[in-house]
Antibody, heavy 116, light 112 residues
């Protein structure tokens, strides 16, 4: 059974750093397209970052230079390292994957609150 | 501002049919990229509803259908049920956007 479980969210001051993790089971993160999507309170979905099976990474302009996506194949885990956090980064962060078409599996999300 | 345009809200009575539009441009839907649809019930993670324009994942009722034409796509829901009340998002790809993944702004479906 495919499962994604995010962790690492919390309350962080502006300018701080946080690392999110997404533990995968039922498939291999190294062989698949993995993405982060966020949703600010009361708002819509916003794509954040992607890592392809070949290792290429891409970021939304709003986080480029501040966020870094990576994966640990041995732990079958996806990570999102976030630096220089801003109030506008406050959101629920979801990891998701495309196994058969579209983002067909999502985690439950982890909440990041950037506030002093 | 979302690259794909959806109506903020739609509504319908139980048993009725509703459609949700998703309008793009020549750099995304019009360029031939697939459109996917997601349903998000309040407080939960999005779930894939339609993939590659008109395909339903296992477990999704055939009351849900998708279509695509030109620079737009649409989601149709027939035989509306109370449990269909949720937010719906379209998603595609855009060759002018870094990383290329784009979402619509979302549509709130209210079952009257």
């Amino acid at each position: 059974e495919v499962q994604l479980v995010e962790s690492g969210g919390g309350l962080i001051q502006p300018g701080g750093s946080l690392r999110l993790s997404c533990a995968a089971s039922g498939f291999s993160v190294s062989n698949n397209y993995m993405t982060w999507v966020r949703q600010s309170p009361g708002k819509g979905l916003e794509w954040v970052s992607v890592i392809y099976s070949g290792g290429n990474t891409y970021y939304a302009d709003s986080v480029k230079g501040r966020f870094t996506v990576s994966r640990d194949n041995s732990k079958n885990t996806l990570s999102l390292q976030m630096y220089s956090l801003r109030a506008e980064d406050t959101a629920v962060y979801y990891c998701a994957t495309d196994l058969k078409g579209g983002l067909d599996f999502w985690g439950q999300g982890t909440m990041v609150t950037v506030s002093s | 501002q979302a690259v794909l345009t959806q109506p903020p809200s739609v509504s319908g009575a139980p048993g009725q049919r509703v459609t949700i539009s998703c309008t793009g441009s020549s750099s995304n839907i019009g360029a031939g990229y697939d459109v996917h649809w997601y349903q998000q019930i309040r407080g939960t993670a999005p779930q894939l509803l339609i993939y590659r324009n008109n395909n339903r994942p296992s477990g999704v009722p055939d009351r849900f259908s998708g279509s695509k034409s030109g620079t737009a796509a649409s989601l149709a829901i027939t035989g509306l049920q109370a449990e269909d009340e949720a937010d719906y998002y379209c998603q595609s790809y855009d060759n002018s956007v870094t990383g290329s993944v784009i979402f619509g702004g979302g549509t709130k479906l209210t079952v009257l």
